[in-house]
């Protein structure tokens, strides 16, 4: 199973992104897929999370300003980043809970990083 991310970039204070993180190989079922983030010398945290039935939370710092959505059908999440402040600056990584069976335990799976970068 591979996480595909791509859309990161450098933006300046107040604009928008929009990442992809694609699901593929061995696929049975996936339940919650999410996006987390490292900051410069931060720690990874939590961006936001959606289950397989459409359920979200968010992390209070990007709530009101981050969409999280998927495409089950593409095996795929998206995080739209509206009004992106030089505190989002950050590797965002996506991650998916594959199961690769039917009655097989559900693995976290990483996509590699996509950077993103909010500055004028």
């Known amino acids: 199973v591979q996480l595909q991310a791509s859309g990161g970039g450098l933006v300046q204070p107040g604009g928008s992104l929009r990442l992809s993180c694609a699901a593929s190989?061995?696929?049975?079922?996936?339940?919650?897929m999410g996006w987390y983030r490292q900051g410069p010398g931060k720690q990874r945290e939590l961006v936001a999370v959606?289950?397989?039935?459409?359920?979200?939370n968010y992390a209070d710092s990007v709530k009101g300003r981050f969409t999280i959505s998927r495409d089950n059908a593409k095996n795929t999440v998206y995080l739209q980043m509206n009004s992106l402040k030089p505190d989002d600056t950050a590797v965002y990584y996506c991650?998916?809970?594959?199961?690769?069976?039917?009655?097989?335990?559900?693995?976290?799976?990483w996509g590699q990083g996509t950077q993103v970068t909010v500055s004028s």
């Open positions: 959606i289950t397989s039935r459409g359920r979200v």
């Open positions: 991650n998916a809970a594959v199961s690769t069976y039917w009655g097989g335990s559900f693995i976290d799976y």
């Open positions: 190989g061995s696929i049975f079922n996936i339940n919650d």
